[in-house]
Structure formats: C-alpha cells, structure tokens
C-alpha cells in the first residue's frame, strides 16, 4: 500500500515474514520544538538557522548566577496539545532537572518534567492505510523541557562523535521549549507495524500543525521521533528487549526504522541470540540502524524537583477555555476538504499516505483545479520524490508553482509532456516556471511551425503517406513522430494528428 | 551634620555608619569621592592583615562615587561604600565564589542587587572573600586563602561570607553583602560583632547569585547597625521577574521597624533546643542577658520546644549538597572559567574531569560526592526524599510556634570565633556552627544576628539570633534594635583591637 518503501522479498526473514511468526510493540517518542517566539526559560529568539551563538543570553547559556523564568506561551501551548491529544491536564506540577553532563548542555542538566507531566493519559486515533477501522494510540504523557545546544563534530568521517577531531557547539537551540509527546506500548499493529508507526507521527503532525503550535518541520528537527521497537512471539503478552532509535527525521524514515528493526531482531531471535537493550542510530542513506551506546547499564539521571521554578498550577478555568478554543481535528478537518474538493475517501487515503495532503491544498489554494492538484502531486510528484529517496515536500517545488505549471497546461501554453519538463527543471533549481520556459524555448509549437512540420514529415516519408492514404490511420504514428522530432518535443501531438489525417484524407 | 561635628580627618570616615555616611554627603558635608578614597585608603592599610577582599575596585567605585557627586544618583543610602561578597556576579569585574574554577571569570551581566545597588547609588568598592561556593563556616575554604578575624587574626571570621563581616568589622566597608544557605550571614555576623541579616526566601531576588543550594540560597545585608542593615535591605530587595522564586509583594517596612525599638507586649520565644551541651558558657550568659534586656522592655518571654529543630542539620547536609551537586555541575571548562588537561589529544570528558578535579577544593568535592549520592537512583528516597520530609516538619515546628509567639531567639552559633585551622580538618566541627542557624533557612523565613555584647569567658562578640515568619522582616527587625538599644551593641566594635 505504501508507496515509499522500497518493495523486499517476502521471505521468511523479510519484514513481512517476520511479522508472520512474531508480534511487534512500538513505542514512539517525538519531540517537538515548539513555535514560540522566544526559548523556554529566557527572552532569546528561536528562530531557526541564524549564526550560531548569536541566540544566547546568560540564562540560555546557564551562566553562573543566572536563573529561568518560564515562557507562559509555552504552558499554554504544552495544554492546548495535551487537550487536542484528550490528555488529562495537572493542576499542579513541576519541573525536573535531570543531571548528565554533555558539552552541548550549557547547565550539565536539562530542565525537563519527571514524574509530574503536564499532561498523562491521553489518545490519538489514527487511520491506517487498509484499515477500515481507525487505530487507537494511547499517550502517556506530554510534558515541556529544555532543549540542548547542537554539536557539530569535525574531523571525522561520520559526522558522529567517534573520529572526530574536535567538536563546535551552537548554543542557539539550547532552551528552546520542546514537548515530549510518549505513547503508551502500541500492539496489535499485526502486519501493520511500521505503517501505523508512520500513520501515527503523519497524524500527530498534522494536529499539531492545525494547533499552530509548532512548525513541524521533520527535516529541520522541529518535530523528531525516537522509536521503539521489541518482538515478541505471536500470542505472547511478554514483551521482548526493545532498541530505541533516535532522531529518526522524516514520516518515511519512521516506517523503514520500523520495518528495519523488525527484521533485524527476528533474525537475532530466530537465531537464539537475545536483543540487546540499547540506543541505535539510524541511517538515512541506507534504511539501516546501528548500535550506539548501550542502555544496558542504565544511566541514572538523578531527577530532583528544578529549586530554581515555581510549581505550575494550570488554572482549571483556563484549560477549559483553552479547550473551547481546539480547532477542529485533522480527521474532520480532512472530511471538509474531501467534501469541499469533491475527493473521495479513497483519494484522501491516497494522497495522507504519500504525504501530500497538504501540498494538494496549497496547490487548490494556488488556484489548480483539485483533480489537476490531485494529478500532479500524485501523478507524477510522488514518482519523482521517491526516485530521489525524499519526501515529496522536500523537493524543491512549491504549491504555487506546481499550480502555475498546472495553469499553463491547462492554458495550451504547455504540453502535459513539457509541463512535466518544467516541473523538473524547477526542482533542479532553474527557478521559476515561467522563466524556465523562456530560457529553454519551451512552448507548445505555433500553427505555422506546426504545418511546417507537418509537410515536412510527409515528405519524408512518402511509403508513410501512402498507406494513411490508403486509409491505414495505423501508419499515422511514425508522421506525428516526425513532427515531434522536429519541433523538439514542444508540438501538441493531438493537433499534428489531426493536421495530418487532414493533409492526406481530408 | 555641622561643620563642627565634620570628622577630623578622613581616617573618622570610615567609622560613621552607612545611615551617617550617606547624611554627611547628602548634606555636602563630604563627597562621596571623598568617602570611597578613604575606604579605599583603609583597604589599603589593613586588608593584608585580614585579607577581607579578593578584588578591589579602585576604579569601579570611584567612577560611581563620582556619578554621586554629580547628582545622578540620590538615594538614602547614595555614596555608601559596599563590600560585595564574590558570589554575586559584577559585569565585567572578576567573580570567583572564592573558587579556582572560575579564576579570571569577568561575567557578562550584573546580578538584580548590584543593578539596585548602583541605582541608589552605592559604592561597590570591591569583592570579598567566602568559602568557596558559600560552603563552609570559616571562610578557610576559600581557594585565595582565609580571612582573619579583626577581633583576632589567629581566628576565623566565620563563614562562608567571612569576608564581608570581616570588611565591616574592620572599618573597610560600612557595608556589606552576604549571602545565606544555612547561617552564611549570620554565623560571620555573630563571630565578627556584626549585624547581619537573612530576608524571607524570596525576598531578595537571585538573579545573579551563584547558585550553591537554590532552596535555600538567599542574599541579604551586612552592617554595623541593625538600621544599617534595613536600609540596604531595602535597597536590595522587592519582586524581581528575572527570579521565578521572588515574592511579588512589596518589602515590609523594615526601616521603620529598625528605627524603632519597640518590643512592649511582644512575645518572644526562646527556643529550647538551642542551649547545653556544647553552647560556650559565655555565650549563653550574654544570651541570657539580652533575653532579660528584652522582657524589662516589656516583651513577654516564652520557652518554646521545635523538636524537629535537632533534625535540621543532617537534613540540610542532605539537601543542600544535593541541589549543589547539580548546580556545580556547569563547571566543566566547556564555555567560561578554569580549563585543564586540554593538551588536544583529550576527550571533552576528559577535559571535564581534570578541570573539576583541578578546580574544586576538597570541602566543595565532599558536597558534590553527598548530594551525587543522596540523589542517587536506589538512594534518593532514603536520603533526599527524607530531607524534604524533616523539611515539612521544621516548618510545620516554627508555623507552631507562630501560634505562641511573635518571634523566635536563639544564640546566632554556639561558640565565639573560633581559631584558624581548628575545624577545618574536622567537617562535622564545622557544621556545628551552623546548628541554629540552618532552620530558618530550611523553613524560609527570616532571621538576623545582632551582637549582645562580648563573651565573659574569651571577650569576643556574641550573636543574638532573631528568627520571624515568612515575610515578617520587619519584626526581626524591630526586636534587633530593641537588643541593640538595650545593650549598646551599636559601638561593639569599638572594643575591638586596633589595627
């Protein structure tokens, strides 16, 4: 069903068969950098990609002496996502410090939530590309922390820690205001394992982007997933020894961290070995995941309630009001635009699944037709994301553009065949439609040139002539060819068929 | 002041008290230049006997004594020279917190008190010495070498904020500022025959305190009057958003409290844990004494039993170690401060760990290694989860004993200033000092140490300890000046030996 995942063997160790002898239990933990205008604790910006360390303050820094005072937007924003995920709201609770020392935490501790979340006991139902009936994920918590600085290894061959010869750290991310959003075990995925995985953080992404909470963008880390994943015998309700791989970056990543664990694990089963609890690294290029430090001697964090904050104590008015302010979910919202767009169910699930849904209504919203919208994204966008192993929202197209290309088309400016060499050189990055097509000359052949052409074709192939002539329209075929050939591509093949049944029959 | 009552050279300058020193200027009877040179003159007579300072300013407080002097600044206590303990962060001046982890640290910002200082224009004149990262009771902890007592040299001036009692003691500061985790003002106060004063937690903003327990963690005045010590206490206190911990609720009106004395129908309670063994007698009878001082002024004088005082030390020794093993943990020569072992070739956890070990002194380790342990998965419960528990009951003790009385008195510390070198191989000793001094810190209310005379047994200073509830200040106030009034304590030091 999914298109993004290259097709494997559906032998005895491909994901398939894995899942045939063994049951999965997912656990998924996203992160979200949440869209406030300032950090969690102090009054710098968050605004992504600026110099680094130019977003620092001493709070930021965790300067000696300096202390936090929490951004109030982000409480705020911390409740409305427990809310949308049917979360039970604290009425009081507090901050954590958790101690561990790394060079890209300014404090040696990350300001986080412990055993007193925001928000516990929540769910989110998600459709399953297949599945008739939704899936309900259940959330255990979502709680607000601090995020960390970012390292920048140099020297090595990976870009990880482990060769490098030394290490630069951009402090602007630090304490920019993160929610942690944890599911509870997910099982009875069945076959459909990593498709829910995937299902579940589309979904999540899309609440959360209708929240205006977050920009959730995966290829700017603004939404990132660790995802868990243990086997255990079909029927068996103890779970195996799970491995947690990190900052897994994109919807498909998510699915094809799943489905790679899941093979790699039934085979170390299957082979008597046991799975090894610990944090694995996922690799982009290859699908793959490997081992990274081992969780086996847990590290102890050493929580203690943060001295430096006062509790937080959400008044219960306010999370109703915040609650009467929910904009509609995505599943609903979804409907709208189907009934709005005359899509069918089947069209939605499409186009969710190959994660243009929204690329589809900026497109409409450009002005496409939504059947041509619908068209290009699925039709031939997708094709060219997956030949390029990326999201089709990574490609360097954008809806207004795919809508110009759309128009012009529909305009007779371009041929379907042009059109779609204009979309491709804009994602090459020739720039906009329109100037691709005056650099290149590419438009649709004029009538003149056409006739040209046309003559042109039939006097170089009179064997050609003379049977369509004789009434063969079989034979009319190599013509058009030659017509296309000679106007390079940009004649409209429809109108050099008819010219030439006129020449010769007419 | 009249001309006739202008001190006869600038070396009377520094006996006037703050209260007296900011009249003098405000009246044009001496420019705060003037006053900042002679502090400055002073330190430079005495400080290598007492070594009260690790940094002075010359230029720093001259330039603000100037910007006095132009009327850019007035204030009640506008030209008043400041010894700022080196645990308060200055922007752009050295801070250490008496460590060599952060020798040759110029921070980039300045703490909300120094900011309130400047703008009622104190004089900073310098930073003093303390244990470092405020942990100890003797000022012996600092890695720059102890401080002498005045009234001693071969003995401590108590800690961890030895350094500013001792400034004011010696003449070189009317003022100082201190800070207090579990009696860091008052046990100095109380040895060096000082005022000094612990606010409500809260009262006082922390921005800019290097953090050793945050709980517990509060700055507050150092003076040689108790009307001295309102005064900057009202300069430096009041809500402050930089700091999630501040009161926003206005400061009592402790000036008016000090200027009163007024103690009739009040009633005190002496708390009856804090006596016998191991109380110098000489400090109980000078106790005793102020106690009678207060009850012929028509205080009513109650005993009052806080049984879970007698828990307040192993609970602090639990908590603040624990918040200070996290709290130190940014020390780690990755941004600021001392950097060890960086040969190239070295990890960053390398470097981290050579720094540490390079860069605490022992008594800062032993509290790491504690409150590393105590939060330990396995421990926490025992150990720091306990802690909170005994927290909960002293101050459910002292909410009891608000019920009976007003106020809450005790000796400051049970002995006088003891010498150099004695304690400081014996750790549990020195946390000793800070028996009576921790529950208020525990329980978050305010307290204070007035000098009630010298020791019959050794002639050195005895601290009087008022405890009130929180945000209750002015209380602790009044009843310090009531003892001071009784007693005379405001001219103490003159019986101090000449330097």
């Known amino acids: 069903m999914t298109t993004t995942t290259p097709a494997t063997s559906f032998g005895p160790n491909s994901y398939e068969g894995t899942l045939e002898r063994y049951d999965a239990v997912l656990g998924l933990e996203t992160h979200v950098e949440l869209g406030t205008a300032t950090k969690l604790f102090c009054g710098c910006s968050t605004v992504f990609g600026a110099e680094p360390n130019t977003q620092v303050c001493p709070v930021c820094l965790g300067l000696p002496g300096s202390l936090p005072v929490t951004n109030a937007k982000a409480i705020d924003y911390t409740v409305r996502i427990g809310l949308a995920l049917n979360c039970s709201i604290a009425s009081w609770c507090r901050f954590a410090r958790k101690n561990y020392f790394y060079p890209d935490m300014p404090k040696n501790y990350q300001v986080s939530q412990y055993d007193e979340p925001l928000c516990v006991d929540g769910y989110l139902d998600v459709p399953v590309p297949g599945r008739a009936e939704t899936y309900r994920v259940l959330i255990e918590r979502v709680h607000l922390e601090e995020d960390t600085g970012k390292s920048l290894h140099v020297g090595g061959a990976t870009g990880r820690i482990h060769g490098a010869t030394h290490s630069l750290v951009d402090y602007n991310r630090a304490g920019i205001p993160l929610v942690e959003i944890v599911t509870r075990p997910l099982v009875g995925t069945g076959p459909d394992a990593a498709a829910i995985a995937r299902a579940y953080v589309t979904e999540l992404r899309d609440l959360l982007r209708g929240l205006g909470v977050s920009d959730v963008r995966m290829e700017q880390g603004s939404l990132r997933c660790d995802v868990n994943v243990s086997l255990m015998p079909r029927g068996s309700s103890e779970f195996g020894t799970r491995s947690e791989t990190k900052n897994v970056n994109s919807l498909r990543s998510v699915e094809r961290a799943v489905r790679f664990e899941v093979e790699r694990q039934g085979a170390v089963l299957d082979a008597g070995d046991r799975v090894v609890q610990e944090t694995r690294h996922f690799h982009e290029d290859s699908g793959t995941t490997s081992s990274g430090r081992s969780k086996e001697e847990a590290q102890d964090y050493r929580y203690f309630p943060e001295p430096d904050l006062v509790p937080l104590a959400p008044d219960a008015a306010w999370v109703e009001q915040l609650r009467a302010e929910l904009p509609e979910p995505p599943g609903a919202q979804r409907a709208r635009f189907a009934e709005a767009n005359g899509f069918a169910t089947l069209d939605i699930e499409q186009m969710t699944n190959a994660g243009v849904l929204d690329l589809v209504a900026e497109t409409i919203a450009a002005g496409a037709p939504p059947a041509k919208a619908r068209g290009w994204w699925l039709g031939y966008l997708v094709g060219r994301a997956n030949e390029a192993g990326v999201e089709a929202s990574e490609l360097a197209i954008t809806a207004a553009q795919v809508a110009r290309i759309s128009a012009l088309e529909d305009d007779g400016t371009l041929t379907n065949k042009l059109a779609r060499q204009v979309a491709d050189a804009v994602i090459a990055g020739e720039g906009e439609p329109d100037a691709v097509i005056d650099a290149h000359g590419w438009k649709v052949a004029g009538e003149d040139e056409l006739v040209a052409a046309v003559d042109a074709a039939i006097a170089g192939q009179p064997d050609a002539a003379e049977k369509v002539r004789g009434g063969n329209q079989g034979a009319v075929g190599p013509l058009v060819g030659a017509v296309m050939k000679a106007t390079g591509g940009s004649a409209d093949a429809k109108r050099a068929r008819e010219l030439i049944l006129e020449r010769l029959t007419g | ?499």
Not at chain 2, 199 to 206: C, E, H, L, Q
Not at chain 2, 393 to 399: E, T
């Open chain 2, 1 to 499: 002041m009249s001309g006739s009552d202008r001190p006869a050279d600038t070396a009377d300058l520094v006996r006037l008290t703050a209260a007296q020193t900011a009249a003098a200027i405000a009246a044009g009877d001496v420019s705060a230049v003037e006053v900042a040179e002679a502090h400055l003159d002073r330190i430079a007579a005495v400080d290598d006997k007492v070594h009260a300072f690790l940094h002075v300013d010359r230029d720093g407080a001259l330039a603000q004594a100037k910007r006095v002097d132009a009327g850019e600044v007035r204030g009640p206590l506008a030209g008043v020279p400041l010894a700022l303990k080196d645990v308060i962060v200055t922007k752009g001046v050295p801070t250490t917190a008496g460590s060599r982890i952060l020798e040759g640290w110029r921070p980039p910002y300045d703490a909300t008190i120094v900011d309130r200082m400047r703008a009622a224009g104190i004089v900073v004149l310098g930073k003093t010495n303390m244990d470092e990262f405020a942990m100890g009771s003797s000022t012996e902890h600092s890695a720059y070498g102890p401080t002498h007592n005045p009234w001693d040299l071969g003995r401590t001036p108590g800690g961890s904020g030895g350094g500013s009692s001792a400034a004011v003691a010696s003449y070189q500061a009317p003022l100082g500022i201190g800070t207090d985790t579990g009696g860091s003002i008052r046990q100095p106060a109380a040895v060096t025959g000082t005022v000094g004063a612990k606010p409500t937690y809260g009262g006082v903003s922390r921005y800019g305190l290097i953090a050793f327990s945050s709980s517990l963690d509060q700055a507050g005045p150092c003076a040689r009057t108790v009307l001295d010590a309102a005064l900057l206490h009202a300069v430096i206190g009041g809500h402050d958003p930089l700091d999630s911990t501040s009161i926003d609720a206005p400061v009592p009106d402790i000036v008016t409290a000090a200027r009163s004395a007024e103690v009739v129908g009040l009633r005190i309670g002496v708390v009856s844990q804090f006596k016998g063994d191991g109380y110098q007698p000489g400090v109980l009878a000078r106790f005793d004494e102020a106690v009678a001082a207060l009850e012929k002024l028509g205080a009513e004088i109650v005993e009052v039993s806080c049984p879970h005082f007698d828990y307040a030390l192993p609970a602090y020794y639990l908590i603040a170690p624990s918040e200070a093993s996290s709290n130190l943990a940014r020390y780690d020569a990755m941004r600021y401060g001392l950097r060890v072992g960086d040969d190239g070739a070295a990890g960053a956890e390398e470097v981290m760990a050579a720094t540490r070990d390079a860069g605490f002194g022992d008594e800062v380790k032993r509290r790491i290694i504690l409150g590393t342990y105590a939060l330990s998965a396995g421990y926490y419960d025992a150990y720091y989860g306990q802690a909170q528990k005994v927290r909960t009951l002293i101050a459910r003790d002292f909410a009891a004993a608000f019920e009976q009385v007003d106020v809450l008195v005790s000796p400051t510390t049970p002995t006088t200033a003891f010498s150099l070198g004695e304690r400081v191989d014996d750790p549990m000793a020195m946390y000793l000092a800070d028996l009576c001094t921790i529950p208020s810190n525990l329980y978050g209310g305010p307290a204070l140490s007035v000098p009630c005379g010298l020791s019959p047994d050794d002639g050195l200073p005895v601290g009087f300890q008022v405890m009130a509830p929180v945000q209750a200040d002015e209380r602790m106030y009044r009843v310090a000046a009531a003892v001071e009034v009784a007693l005379g304590t405001d001219r103490i030091l003159e019986g101090a030996p000449t330097l």
